[in-house]
C-alpha cells in the first residue's frame, strides 16, 4: 500500500486512479499521519454482465401489481 501527501494526490489523481483499477490501495496523509485510503469497489468490473432473472421461479409478481395502492395514491391526491 503506497502512502502520498495530499497535494501529490491532487496533482497525480488520475495516476492514482489507474492504480486502484489494477487492485491497488493507496493511503492519502496529511503532515506525515494517514487521514484517508484510495481503494477499489467492490461492484463488477465495466462491461461485466449483470445476472438477470437468478430469482426465475421464486418469485411471483401479482397481476395487478401496477394497480396496488392505487385508491390510497388517490386519496392522497383528492381534497
Given amino acids: 500500500m503506497n502512502a502520498i501527501n495530499i497535494h501529490e494526490a491532487k496533482t497525480h489523481l488520475s495516476r492514482l486512479v489507474e492504480q486502484v483499477e489494477r ?8 503532515s506525515g499521519r494517514p487521514v484517508a485510503r484510495l481503494a477499489p469497489l467492490d461492484a463488477p ?3 461485466q454482465k449483470r445476472r438477470l432473472g437468478f430469482l426465475s421461479g421464486q418469485i411471483a409478481v401479482p397481476e395487478d401489481f ?11 391526491f383528492e381534497g
Fill in 23 to 30: 487492485g491497488e490501495s493507496v493511503v492519502i496523509a496529511r
Fill in 45 to 47: 468490473a465495466p462491461g
Fill in 66 to 76: 401496477d394497480l396496488m395502492g392505487e385508491q390510497v395514491v388517490a386519496a392522497l
